[in-house]
């Protein structure tokens, strides 16, 4: 497996930026696809987004799309998660995670956590009204 460690977290008002940086070693990152998820509390873990192995494909939750943008950085072993245009809703913790290559694709994504083998520890990302 892959250990995930993630930074970046932090307190920002609403309409600021941030963006979280995840950490691999382990086993190779590029052979992997990467996904950042958030849980906030009383709520479930949800998706939101995903990136291919290479970079070439990347998938958005609606509540996100146009305001976070999801990247990686395989000579670096990193993913990021630039998220701008923040909202009080978007606080929660952030979580990276690993999948099998095969699951994030040009035709194919998965969103469900269990899909998901290897995860980070998390980062807090409060946003301020």
């Known amino acids: 497996q892959v250990q995930l460690v993630e930074s970046g977290g932090g307190l920002v008002q609403a309409g600021g930026s941030l963006r979280l940086s995840c950490a691999a070693s382990?086993?190779?990152?590029?052979?992997?696809?990467m996904g950042w998820f958030r849980q906030a509390p009383g709520k479930e873990r949800e998706f939101v987004a995903a990136?291919?192995?290479?970079?070439?494909?990347?998938y958005y939750a609606d509540s996100v799309k146009g305001r976070f943008t999801i990247s990686r950085d395989n000579a670096k072993n990193t993913v990021y998660l630039q998220m701008n245009s923040l909202k009080p809703e978007d606080t929660a913790v952030y979580y990276c995670?690993?999948?099998?290559?095969?699951?994030?694709?040009?035709?194919?994504?998965?969103?469900?956590?269990?899909?998901?083998?290897?995860w980070g520890q998390g980062t807090q990302v409060t946003v301020s009204s």
């Open positions: 995670a690993a999948t099998q290559s095969r699951r994030i694709s040009a035709y194919y994504y998965t969103s469900s956590p269990a899909d998901f083998g290897s």
């Open positions: 990136i291919s192995w290479s970079g070439s494909s990347t």
């Open positions: 382990g086993r190779t990152f590029s052979g992997y696809a």
